[in-house]
């Protein structure tokens, strides 16, 4: 596919420029100060990832060519890194993506508009007669119970970040929260105005308008009054929270990946408390430093486990939910069943779990058919899905905690990050039926959270990296050197075309556990690798 069409597939930069995330050497940050750069013929433009102001990411830079090019992203980083001796690391910031994300994009635009129009899913279990707000009661997530126990009385609030398509910027919408922190929105999407997050409703190819008014009316929605369903109370699962709308893509699969950590960034200095994510895209080394960074300074991360359609592009956790630093949220449905079917042949959209080593910082909350606002409805509930709904569920219920426990003083900042896990974990239901399996830790019951108090744990969760072990046994990287091989950068293109292509995955999944390797394995591995358009040449290259 040429480059011209994928940019009007992704809706990514609106010019056909290469874009590469380039780290420099540390010793080099105060020397750094050039205005452009070479890979052979094509030359680059840089700017810092993050402003001037900022303490984080400052050996961090965002190369966008100024020529064409035949060669792939990947290409151009590892071309980069070679011809720039202070550049020690690059990464595509529009990473190539098979058919199957363009299917999942364009089948996760039709789920959401679905939701807007109709009544429960009945693929899913909901409750007969109907229970509005069933998700919120003590049946369930016990969200209402516990925002109820946590009452804002006076003093800071707590501060919840979103990260989204944005919010609905009329202020008729009867779920738009309470605290709402316009003066402090930030905007992301090349081309728009980047101090205002509003959604502005507009729809592209794999745009998703209104999701983030959907999310955050689940996180923070506002106190409705709906005589016909018999409910006059918080729509919402932390509603006296101050919310902070960070508007970071159209889409809830990031095609782009700085917009992520620049977010991130701005959620640390802007002092917020938690995060809540309903979005994901793809294995990133930038990804992995900025979300250590938030642990480091206690920022709670909370980001959906992703969803698929047929167990495609994949079943497992997505980034940055694959990260051990975050809270990565699965669905679990009204009757307590997984929100995933092992039917081989069931093609609508389910939640993603596993694999088994991935589940021991994820928990579950409960999805889909729970109530949510929609964007330019006003008065209108529909029904949120995905592991999108679960999602702010789980920040909200980390929001509560924080709150009752406010005047708690940590030594290290990441102990809060970690007391509050440890409190949604310990108190998770786990008697459902392969609770561990699909849920990790259990089931949200955000009542039982608050009755555990603050841990202080003497050690952090070891620091985040995108680390593939079977890459060792594939390349001997534990019995010989290979210097000409930039192991960073194999190991993250690696771990995108694993995520995305189901054979080249069974193939590397094989390996595990394994500390050698046949030539039979190997030369399946290089044959599929070699079957893969996006596939650089440098990685085809490393394994002749």
């Keep these: 596919m040429n480059k011209i069409l994928l940019c009007i597939l992704f809706l990514v930069p609106f010019v056909c420029a290469e874009e590469i ?14 205005k452009s750069i070479r890979a052979g013929e094509v030359s680059f433009t840089i700017r810092p990832l993050t402003n001037k102001r900022s303490r984080f990411a400052t050996n961090w830079y965002v190369a966008t060519s100024n020529e064409r090019s035949d060669k792939s992203s990947w290409d151009l980083a590892h071309q980069l890194v070679k011809e720039n001796d202070d550049i020690v690391y690059g990464e595509p910031n529009n990473p190539a993506m098979n058919s199957h994300y363009r299917e999942l994009a364009r089948a996760l635009k039709k789920q959401h508009s679905a939701n807007d129009t109709r009544g ?7 409750p007969n007669p109907d229970v509005f707000g069933w998700n919120l009661q003590d049946s369930h997530s016990q969200l209402k119970r516990a925002r109820r126990e946590a009452a804002y009385k006076s003093g800071r609030r707590i501060r919840i970040a979103h990260f989204d398509t944005g919010y609905d910027p009329d202020s008729k919408n009867i779920t738009t929260p309470e605290s709402l922190r316009l003066d402090l929105q930030k905007n992301f999407v090349k081309g728009e105005d980047e101090n205002l997050a509003a959604d502005p409703g507009t729809s592209g190819i794999a745009d998703q308008p209104g999701h ?17 369903k018999k409910y006059k109370d918080y729509l919402g699962g932390a509603p006296e929270a101050d919310i902070v709308p960070i508007r970071l893509s159209t889409t809830v699969l990031l095609f782009q990946v700085d917009v992520f950590a620049q977010a991130l960034y701005y959620a640390i200095e802007n002092d917020c408390d938690v995060v809540s994510m309903s979005m994901g895209g793809v294995a ?11 642990y480091n300074n206690g920022v709670v991360v909370v980001t959906a486990a992703g969803n698929n359609f047929a167990k495609l592009p994949t079943r497992y956790l997505i980034y940055p939910a694959k990260f051990k630093r975050v809270i990565a949220v699965c669905g679990v449905n009204y009757d307590h069943s997984p929100y995933y079917k092992e039917d081989p042949w069931f093609v609508e959209m389910q939640g993603n779990w596993g694999p088994k080593k991935l589940m021991d910082y994820a928990m579950a909350a409960y999805t889909p058919n729970v109530p949510a606002g929609k ?5 209108h509930i529909g029904n949120g899905g995905g592991t999108s709904a679960a999602t702010p569920q789980i920040a909200a219920a980390a929001a509560l905690w924080l709150h009752k426990y406010r005047d708690f003083k940590y030594e290290h900042p990441w102990q809060k990050v970690n007391a509050v896990r440890h409190a949604l974990f310990s108190s998770a239901r786990k008697d459902h039926k392969d609770s ?12 039982d959270a608050l009755k555990v108090a603050p841990k202080l744990d003497k050690n952090p969760v070891p620091k985040d990296e995108v680390y593939l072990p079977y890459l060792s046994v594939f390349y001997g990287w534990e019995t010989f050197d290979q210097p000409a091989i930039n192991k960073d950068m194999i190991t993250i293109e690696m771990a995108q075309l694993e995520q995305s292509n189901p054979n080249l995955r069974k193939l590397l999944e094989k390996l595990h556990g394994k500390t050698s390797i046949s030539e039979e394995e190997k030369n399946a591995i290089s044959a599929e690798l070699h079957k893969i358009p996006e596939a650089s040449q440098q990685l085809l290259d490393s394994i002749k």
Excluded: H
Excluded at 120 to 126: A, C, L, P, V
Excluded at 284 to 294: F, M, R, T, Y
């Design 21 to 34: 995330l380039i780290k420099i050497k540390a010793d080099s940050v105060t020397s750094f100060a050039k």
């Design 120 to 126: 429960y899913s009945e693929t899913w279990s909901y």
């Design 212 to 228: 983030g008014t959907s999310t955050m009316s689940v996180l923070a929605g506002n106190q409705i009054d709906l005589p016909s």
């Design 284 to 294: 990133s080394k930038l990804w992995a430093e900025a979300v250590n960074d938030a």
């Design 375 to 379: 964007l330019g409805k006003k008065d």
């Design 436 to 447: 561990e399996k699909y849920f990790g830790n259990g089931t949200l019951r955000a009542a």
